[in-house]
């Protein structure tokens, strides 16, 4: 079946830190990939996604671009901010729209200290 | 932004006892909802799909007479855990959806933390 890995965390950065946190997937088919944030206290909210290879998503000066090749979706960042502490989960879903269930990755706690 | 709402927010009960969860796409109507449930550091693993006015589908693994789903309008769907034990102790999370083609974006509730003792 479909399953999705992305790394262990917690992730603790400085501030104005590069970010990398990786997801590689395994699918049937063409997913679409999404990479969900969830603040403390908050639901899920969409932060980018893609629906085929080669596609870069972003949002928020997040991105992270679907490559097919190496069944990945790494999420990046150039410079983080305190308020990015959050934890991120990486998700993919059957193409051709919104029908169906995802399948989430384990979720990434990053931390951001000043 | 279409928001979805879950009530309650958290709910102990006793074991044996079944609780109702809400979950309500406030701002649009939602062909299809998502119930999804998480562990401590886990993932969410579906649950189920629920469409309007039909029976759920319910992933392999779930016991579709524990986990009652009835989505009655397209602004509303409950999930009832029947005779409740300790070990349904954990995050229950929606999500809605226009179900339009080529549309994949899921909106989710903020969750409902249930403890059964």
């Known amino acids: 079946g479909d399953s999705v890995t992305q790394m262990e965390g917690p992730v603790t950065l400085s501030e104005e830190a590069f970010l990398t946190i990786n997801c590689t997937y395994t699918?049937?088919?063409?997913?679409?990939l999404f990479w969900y944030v969830q603040y403390p206290g908050e639901g899920l909210q969409l932060l980018l996604k893609?629906?085929?290879?080669?596609d870069k998503g972003s949002n928020k000066g997040f991105e992270a671009t679907y490559r097919k090749e190496t069944t990945s979706f790494h999420l990046e960042k150039g410079s983080v901010q305190v308020s990015d502490s959050a934890v991120y989960f990486c998700?993919?879903?059957?193409?051709?729209?919104?029908?169906?269930?995802?399948?989430f990755g384990k979720g990434t706690h990053l931390i951001i200290q000043p | 932004g279409a928001v979805v709402s879950q009530h309650p927010s958290w709910v102990i009960c006793k074991s044996g006892t079944s609780v109702k969860i809400e979950c309500r796409s406030l701002?649009?109507?939602?062909?299809?909802m998502f119930w999804y449930r998480q562990f401590p550091k886990q993932s969410l693993m579906l649950m189920a799909t629920?469409?309007?006015?039909?029976?759920?589908?319910?992933e392999q693994g779930v016991e579709k007479d524990k986990f009652l789903i009835n989505h009655a309008s397209l602004t509303l769907s409950t999930l009832t855990v029947t005779s409740a034990h300790p070990e349904d102790s954990s995050f229950y999370i929606c999500?809605?959806?226009?179900?339009?083609?080529?549309?994949?974006?899921?909106?989710f509730g903020p969750g409902t933390r249930l403890t059964v003792l």
């Open positions: 999500s809605a959806t226009l179900g339009l083609a080529g549309v994949d974006t899921q909106y």
């Open positions: 699918a049937t088919g063409y997913p679409s």
């Open positions: 893609a629906t085929k290879a080669d």
């Open positions: 998700a993919l879903g059957d193409s051709g729209g919104g029908a169906d269930g995802l399948t």
């Open positions: 701002d649009f109507q939602a062909t299809t």
């Open positions: 629920s469409n309007e006015g039909s029976k759920a589908t319910y």
